[in-house]
């Protein structure tokens, strides 16, 4: 069954720490979708990036990176000299492809609630 | 365009009461998905349109619930006769393509005293 695990509930840091997010994720697919969404504290879910199962390249963003790695099933989430701006619940989400049936919704892990303190 | 915009903000209501929220998706946008939050927790699949046709319900939706999206632009959910497990935050999503992202209004937090 499809599923997202992401264990770690809260992380606090201080400000300029590098901080990693872990994801591990089920699918039977072999095509599916894994994405990162942040939510502040004004609600709204706020996407970061997109990847494809295709696709193991890593990628960078400015302070944000991201390691999709196929063998252990995870799609984590670097944040480098982290800001109080930062801040946030990030939430890793999977969308399965054609044979998992799938319109395209996302299963969303538990999310990380991220404090960073000045 | 502004986004995704969900109104009301913030709605509390007796249970029994039947509540409607709304939700108006990017114009482009054919495909509109319902999701909903409670605390502590991450968004859960709902329903999802494409255009004006109700394509995918999930389990969680119980016979209460109602979706809508008429002329497949705006749409609707109704709760009937409110309970208080459906204290939560209902999200609206929509986006181009199956697979591509999708833009989140800021929500509906509905409260059940």
């Known amino acids: 069954a499809q599923k997202v695990t992401q264990a770690q509930t809260e992380i606090s840091v201080v400000e300029k720490e590098d901080v990693t997010l872990d994801c591990v994720y089920e699918?039977?697919?072999?095509?599916?979708?894994l994405f990162w969404y942040k939510q502040p504290p004004s609600g709204e879910l706020v996407f970061l990036i997109r990847?494809?199962?295709?696709?193991?390249q890593n990628e960078i963003s400015g302070r944000y990176s991201w390691n999709f790695q196929k063998s252990t099933s995870s799609f984590n989430f670097t944040i480098t000299a982290s800001q109080v701006v930062d801040s946030a619940v990030y939430f890793c989400?999977?969308?399965?492809?054609?044979?998992?049936?799938?319109?395209?919704?996302?299963?969303f892990g538990k999310g990380t609630k991220l404090s960073v303190k000045p | 365009d502004t986004g995704v915009s969900q109104n009301p903000r913030h709605k509390i209501t007796k249970r029994g009461q039947n509540v409607t929220f709304r939700c108006d998706p990017i114009?482009?946008?054919?495909?509109l998905y319902w999701y909903r939050q409670t605390l502590g927790q991450g968004p859960e699949f709902l329903t999802y349109?494409?255009?004006?046709?109700?394509?995918?319900k999930s389990r969680l939706l119980s016979d209460r619930f109602s979706a809508e999206r008429p002329k497949g632009s705006f749409s609707t959910l109704e709760i009937q006769r409110t309970e208080q497990g459906d204290s939560a935050m209902y999200l609206c999503?929509?986006?181009?393509?199956?697979?591509?992202?999708?833009?989140f209004g800021q929500g509906t937090r509905l409260t059940v005293v």
């Open positions: 699918t039977r697919d072999t095509t599916y979708y």
């Open positions: 989400a999977l969308s399965e492809g054609e044979v998992g049936g799938s319109q395209g919704n996302l299963i």
């Open positions: 114009s482009e946008h054919n495909r």
């Open positions: 990847r494809n199962s295709f696709d193991e």
């Open positions: 349109f494409q255009n004006e046709a109700q394509l995918e």
């Open positions: 999503a929509s986006s181009l393509g199956r697979h591509t992202e999708a833009f």
